[in-house]
Each structure stands twice: as C-alpha cells, then as structure tokens.
C-alpha cells in the first residue's frame, strides 16, 4: 500500500515528471509514492528521470492498455 498517490493521467510530458518531482520533494525518505500514468513516453520519462535522481521503482503496474501505476520509493 502506498503512502500517497498522484493521479497524472492525461499529463503530457514533461510536466509528469516535474509534477512527480516536486511531490517527491515534499514527501519523506523511504515513503512509497504511487504515480498513475499515461503509457509510452509519459512512463518511461518518469521511470528513468526518478531512477537516474536515486530514488527506486518497486513494482509498475498496468492498469488498462494505456494506464499504468508506478510505485517510486523516495531515496
């Protein structure tokens, strides 16, 4: 069960992952965000931006055929 969840479906990059981001900034170390998103460009941008920023994906989950939750662990 995640600690907080940000819905971005419909976001267009890269305001997902500044969105994310700036989530992650307010949320503490070791809290487990879950972020709703669009498929394709959208998750993979966030996926390998939050990675390459240290923080670690624990599981991507595929809601519909263009909706997944990613489940980012704050570093």
Same mark, same amino acid.
């Given at each position: 069960?995640?600690?907080?969840?940000?819905? #971005?479906?419909? !976001?267009?990059?890269?305001?997902?992952?500044?969105?994310?981001?700036?989530?992650?900034?307010?949320?503490? /170390?070791? =809290?487990?965000?879950?972020?709703?998103?669009?498929?394709?460009?959208? #998750?993979?941008? !966030?996926?390998?931006?939050?990675?390459?920023?240290?923080?670690?994906?624990?599981?991507?989950?595929?809601? /519909?055929? =263009?909706?997944?939750?990613?489940?980012?662990?704050?570093?």
């Amino acid at each position: 069960m995640a600690d907080y969840e940000l819905d #971005l479906t419909g !976001v267009a990059c890269p305001m997902n992952f500044v969105k994310t981001r700036l989530f992650l900034d307010k949320i503490g /170390s070791g =809290d487990l965000l879950k972020v709703t998103l669009d498929g394709g460009e959208p #998750l993979e941008s !966030v996926t390998s931006s939050v990675q390459s920023e240290g923080h670690a994906i624990e599981d991507t989950v595929k809601l /519909s055929e =263009d909706s997944y939750s990613l489940f980012i662990r704050k570093a």
